[in-house]
């Protein structure tokens, strides 16, 4: 199968090609992407593969062919090493938005129950107060609705102080 190699000779041609190879290499190190530092960091490891004679200068040009390899595959690792330190950092950011968001509303509800708790007492104290007055303006023939006033207002007061208690366990 024909590639890019097949037709070189000797070492001023391997050299040749080499010298090509390493003008794409920085091209794509400096201003290139991953997938184009990978593309020529493939060609480069290509080239080790395909160069022949294994003379000690071709090895030579081999070994400088794959550490260039190697150099681009490591700026590769270390651009991606950077994106997911970056990801990491927002992510970290969002989860501190959210926690703080969350926060906000507990505390909201918190205090709308709250402010519906003292409401809730508030209006059990009216009542106690309107029940209070009717028994003072009740006869003594009303004996009965009398009773059911006081065990009313008495059953309205321990809820109350029931609730009290509650929002007083909690702090309010």
Known sequence: MPN???KINGYEGWKSKLDQL???AKTAS???TASAR??????????AMHSHPDTEQIVELDTIALEAARTLLVENI???VSDIAARTAELNTLAKRLGAAGRAATEAAASIRLERAHRAV???TELVRAADELDAVLTDDDETLRRKIRQIAGTLLALRAEIEA???RRGA
Do not use: K, Y
């Open 38 to 47: 990978r593309r020529i960091a493939d060609r480069l490891t290509d080239f």
């Open 4 to 6: 890019e190699f097949a």
């Open 78 to 80: 270390e651009g991606e």
């Open 166 to 168: 509650t929002l007083g």
């Open 22 to 24: 390493l003008a794409v």
């Open 122 to 124: 508030d209006a059990m």
């Open 30 to 32: 400096e201003s290139g």
